[in-house]
């Protein structure tokens, strides 16, 4: 086993472990996806969270890409401050999302392609990843490093207005002050939205909502912070804010509903004109 080999295998186990991943393809996936090949060549930029004052960034000591194989933030375009992710996150939000395969996800912000290769391994055989990537630049380098994984698609477009395909896995990677009323649509029957929920400057959840039968449940299960997802990042005239959650209103949410087909009640912890999510579990029971 070669060094780098050696470094990939205990960066996966490690993942697989905090995550607490049932599935053991997605320690294979990170174990046998080469990180570098989705970064560009050495040294690369490491973001340093939390920011130190002073300090933002830390380049690595040589192109060795051993050294990607921690778990970093790495950058890919500093000045807009789009980075490769964190791993150990996107391991945790897989876990939570669980593709099966066979399924159709698709990827929103899929940057240059690595959580995209990632997310194809899970759903193989015969499913599929549509990686949507609104940068053009970043679309390129994607559509050019996903050569070889022959159940992606990449489209370089805006995945807030477009038709998104149906889907088992919505999988965003771009914070949203609400999701869009298409992307709930787009699921299908026990699809999963997994999301970076933004709805006020100092709240960053991660929620997975899940469409039943009933409706639309939603569970907050982590706090996250991504860029600002273009076209869904501010109230506009389609998700003008009627009610800004608290932090705690936001943990609370508990279900999520496009308002035309049902209009807010007093359970609404935050409403943001297509959609409003509300405290009550669709089994009926209101959080205390």
């Known amino acids: ?38 970064l560009g060549p050495g040294p690369w930029t490491i973001i340093v969270i939390p920011w130190t004052a002073g300090r933002h960034a830390v380049e690595t000591p040589s192109a060795d890409p051993v050294h990607l194989y921690q ?15 964190e791993p ?11 593709p099966k395969p066979g399924e159709h996800v698709t990827h929103v912000g899929a940057g240059t392609g690595y959580y995209s290769a990632v997310l194809s391994r899970l759903v193989q055989p015969d499913g599929k990843v549509t990686a949507y990537e609104y940068e053009a630049h970043l679309a390129a380098r ?24 149906l889907s088992d ?40 909502v899940t469409r039943l039968e009933k409706g639309f449940a939603c569970q907050p299960f982590m706090r996250s912070w991504f860029i600002p997802c273009v076209g869904a990042s501010r109230a506009g005239p389609n998700s003008a804010p009627v009610k800004v959650p608290t932090s705690e209103q936001a943990k609370r ?15 609404a912890t935050a409403i ?17």
């Open 1 to 38: 086993m070669t060094r780098l080999t050696e470094a990939r295998r205990f960066y996966a186990r490690l993942l697989a472990a905090h995550a607490g991943a049932r599935d053991p393809r997605l320690e294979e996936a990170f174990a046998t996806i080469p990180r570098e090949a989705f």
């Open 253 to 267: 949410s508990r279900s999520l509903f496009i308002t035309k087909e049902k209009a807010p009640d007093a359970t």
């Open 71 to 85: 778990n970093h933030l790495v950058a890919l375009d500093r000045d807009k401050g789009i980075n490769n992710g």
């Open 142 to 165: 994607a559509t050019d490093n996903l050569t070889g994984y022959d159940n992606v698609t990449v489209v370089h477009g805006d995945a807030v207005h477009a038709e998104l395909p």
């Open 169 to 208: 896995v919505i999988y965003v990677n771009a914070g949203a002050i609400a999701p869009p009323a298409s992307w709930l649509q787009a699921l299908k029957p026990g699809g999963r939205l997994v999301f970076p929920w933004r709805p006020a400057e100092k709240i960053g959840l991660a929620v997975m």
């Open 88 to 98: 150990l996150l996107h391991a945790m939000w897989m876990t939570k999302a669980a």
């Open 272 to 288: 943001f004109g297509d959609v409003w999510f509300s405290s009550r579990s669709l089994g009926g029971r209101k959080p205390a």
